[in-house]
């Protein structure tokens, strides 16, 4: 009995051993406030992947998604503050912060397949890293969220501009919101977690976000219609505490960055269609999806980008800089 004992006790002093030998000299946590199955998500496992093999098991990756460790609006001063290292940071919210960021609410700016793939290694990406890096953190990666926007809608679909008359909806951002007003909605503030529930409850009537947004979150429970259009570019920015990044070595740093723009490059469409893929998802699943022609956009963006790019201009000092920029991309 004693030798068993024994040999046991060694076996678990062996086991500690191998254990504490291999444990990681760092550990970064990334909160995020979306879905499993959303592919922001899904890109940010890549992430944790990449990095834990190529650092051979040196940093840790730990993902707290569906918003359960921090709120979306609460990412930036906990990474800041270094609560946490790390976060993925929906752009919409950095209107108040940044003005600037707002840039990618103007409607039918910054879309096409070209000018996306281009953007993140542009000067327009250099002044809003600088920006965000003025705030307290650092950029690691311009993760695009969607090129697309779905209207939603129970009772009739949201077509033509007069269709938005007197109805209530869950908006985007401030800037974003102007246009909705010119439309003739009145826009309703809110996290994407909380719109399914607002929209199951009648709080709001009509509800915005990506064609892929709309099948994670099971916007086809609750609303009858879709109207489609790649209309704005709506990025995720994986952020981290600039203290914590300074403590990596160097070897980490270009293992963590390289893993941070891998995981931009899944997210970027290969052409200028509406992802039909996923519009195809929401027909299977009970949702009339309409995407916008040509001639409809037009009508939109006539109404829409006067007001939202003259209240952008007015919050945002370099905002004209930012316009050129992306105009010439």
């Not at 919409?92 to 700016?109: A, D, H, K, S």
């Not at 160097?250 to 723009?261: F, K, P």
Request: hydrophobic fraction near 40%.
């Amino acid at each position: 009995m004693k030798i068993k004992q024994k040999i046991i006790c060694t076996a678990l002093a062996a086991a500690s051993s191998i254990g504490t030998a291999f444990a990681a000299d760092y550990t970064l946590r990334v909160a995020h406030q979306y879905p499993g199955s959303h592919h922001i998500a899904q890109a940010l496992d890549g992430f944790e992947k990449e990095v834990e093999t190529n650092s051979d098991g040196r940093i840790e990756i730990e993902i707290f998604g569906g918003a359960q460790l921090y709120g979306p609006t609460q990412f930036h001063s906990a990474v800041a503050r270094g609560q946490i290292e790390s976060a993925a940071i929906i752009s919409l919210i950095w209107g108040g912060t940044i003005p600037e960021m707002q840039v990618f609410n103007i409607p039918y700016l910054l879309t096409d397949a070209e000018r996306l793939e281009a953007f993140p290694s542009s000067q327009a990406a250099d002044l809003l890293d600088q920006k965000l890096e003025a705030k307290g953190v650092k950029n690691l990666s311009w993760m695009l969220d969607s090129n697309n926007l779905i209207f939603t809608s129970n009772n009739a679909p949201l077509v033509e501009p007069d269709d938005f008359s007197g109805i209530k909806i869950r908006g985007l951002s401030r800037i974003f919101d102007e246009g909705l007003i010119a439309l003739g909605a009145s826009p309703t503030s809110m996290p994407g977690s909380e719109a399914y529930q607002a929209l199951q409850t009648g709080v709001v009537d009509s509800a915005i976000t990506s064609i892929g947004a709309a099948y994670s979150r099971r916007y086809f429970e609750v609303q009858d219609y879709g109207t489609a259009s790649n209309m704005i570019a709506v990025y995720s920015n994986l952020v981290i505490n600039p203290q914590f990044w300074e403590s990596l070595p160097q070897d980490l740093q270009e293992i963590v960055a390289t893993a941070a723009q891998n995981a931009e490059k899944p997210l970027l469409p290969q052409d200028n269609s509406l992802d039909q893929q996923g519009i195809d998802t929401l027909e299977e699943n009970g949702m009339e999806v309409t995407a916008l022609t040509e001639e409809q956009e037009a009508a939109w963006k006539a109404i829409m980008q006067p007001a939202i790019q003259e209240a952008f201009l007015k919050s945002a000092p370099d905002g004209e800089q930012l316009i050129e920029i992306l105009e010439n991309l």
